[in-house]
């Protein structure tokens, strides 16, 4: 989700890179299609509420407006982070804590947060499973700076339960065979029990490393693998005859979702 290069050189995206990147964000009146009782609170309120709590934008999308009407008020992602906030692995996998904001200006969504984790090695953007972290919900209606800050902090303070759960999955070995029925049920969060039977393919590559630091039979080595292939589209399947390359994952709803059963797919064979 986050580019790995804007990561180490300018992390931080500017109001002007936002705007390019996702004009949604900066609306700054509600649809006309909205109640007149909604609340408009645009998303670059939050933004800059956050910024005050010391988390800065490292990328934003857009869902495509299907209609004229749409355009401006669609659902859009923001994804926070912040430097003082930093997970150190003792096997030098650094990640960094991410908080995913997604809103739209048409009256159909609050403001809603979830928990995430950037990998530093690679180009990963990880919802973590739902069990850990429920997504917290704010209304428009009603919004403070002083209701935000608590959830914020309160969904820093359940982080020691991400480093546990990577601290299990990097003591957790995986056999081949084990291997191999754990990339089969990851590639179900991608296709459906119909597509499932229907395709054709080898496991053994969806589980081969396509970096020195991600060698290792360890169950967080192997996820991170798989889980970057699946979302990324790097790798191959045939249905019948028809040999086809997947596609990379490009919708922020579809992205989260994988994402968020993945983790969960991963949490059912730690040890």
């Known amino acids: 989700m986050v580019n790995l290069d804007q990561m180490q050189t300018n992390p931080f995206l500017t109001n002007e890179q ?21 609340t408009h609170i645009p998303t670059t309120k939050v933004i800059e509420d956050m910024r005050t709590l010391g988390w800065d934008v490292v990328d934003v999308q857009e869902v495509r407006a299907r209609k004229n009407s749409t355009r401006g008020f669609q659902k859009h992602l923001v994804i926070f982070r912040n430097n003082d906030v930093i997970i150190n692995g003792d096997d030098g996998d650094t990640v960094y804590p991410q908080i995913l904001l997604t809103n739209s200006h048409d009256g159909k969504n609050a403001f809603q ?9 690679c180009s990963n953007g990880l919802v973590i499973a739902t069990t850990q972290f429920e997504s ?32 299990k999955m990097k003591s957790t070995e995986l056999e081949q065979e084990k291997a191999l029925e754990f990339a089969k049920e990851c590639l179900s969060t991608r296709f459906n029990e119909k597509e499932m039977k229907r395709i054709t393919i080898d496991l053994n590559e969806l589980l081969e490393p ?11 080595s192997i996820f991170n693998v798989v889980q970057e292939k699946i979302i990324g589209g790097d790798f191959s399947y045939a249905i019948g005859n028809k040999a086809r390359k997947a596609r990379r994952i490009k919708n922020f709803k579809q992205d989260q979702r994988i994402n968020s059963e993945l983790f969960e797919v991963a949490l059912e064979y730690v040890n």
């Open 18 to 38: 936002i705007k390019e990147k996702a004009p949604s964000v900066f609306t700054t009146s509600p649809s006309s299609e909205v109640s007149k009782h909604y």
């Open 113 to 121: 947060f979830q928990a995430g984790l950037f990998r530093l090695i």
């Open 136 to 167: 917290v919900k704010m209304r428009h209606m009603g919004y403070t700076f002083e209701e935000l800050q608590t959830n914020i902090r309160e969904m820093v303070e359940k982080l020691p339960l991400t480093v546990e759960s990577m601290n």
């Open 210 to 220: 396509t970096r020195p630091e991600d060698q290792g039979s360890d169950l967080w």
